[in-house]
């Protein structure tokens, strides 16, 4: 068993949202050519500069937001630095599951707990009751 003190499962730190942020980007600007060429001829042009000043109103609001710090495009590395440290180092074991009980977070007392050194037979507390009955006893 390592005894390091990197959790054995971390998948938070890879979760970046920058990806659906440019395919959200991609999307409105298809949107927005889409309708210039045809709502123009559909709508009338006033309110077509309508829907682009609410376009850009939205775009102007998330600047600020973003200037703010209200907004962030990236995981907050720094901030959580503590907590990483105090979970991490605890002797007992710690698993953090999503909504779907997937494992994204495990330090390795849990590991150990569980008796592996392999990420991938890591599992939610669940799994191990019903594959270890005595183990809910």
């Known amino acids: 068993m390592d005894d390091g003190r990197e959790p054995i499962v971390n998948t938070i730190e890879n ?16 949107g927005v050519a889409l309708l210039g060429i045809f709502g123009t001829e559909t709508l009338g042009e006033p309110t077509f500069l309508a829907i682009l000043g609410v376009f850009a109103s939205v775009g102007i609001f998330f600047l600020f937001s973003l200037a703010l710090g209200l907004v962030q495009l990236s995981s907050r590395k720094n901030a959580d630095d503590f907590t990483k440290l ?5 002797d007992a074991g710690v698993v953090v599951t999503d909504v779907d009980n997937r494992v994204l977070y495990a330090n390795q007392a849990y590991a150990g707990l569980l008796g592996t050194d392999d990420p991938a037979n890591i599992t939610n507390v669940e799994t191990t ?4 009955p005595e183990a809910s006893e």
């Open 129 to 132: 009751f019903a594959k270890h």
């Open 15 to 30: 979760s970046t949202g920058i990806g659906r942020f440019v395919l959200l980007g991609f999307f409105l600007f298809l």
């Open 86 to 90: 105090l979970i991490s180092e605890m």
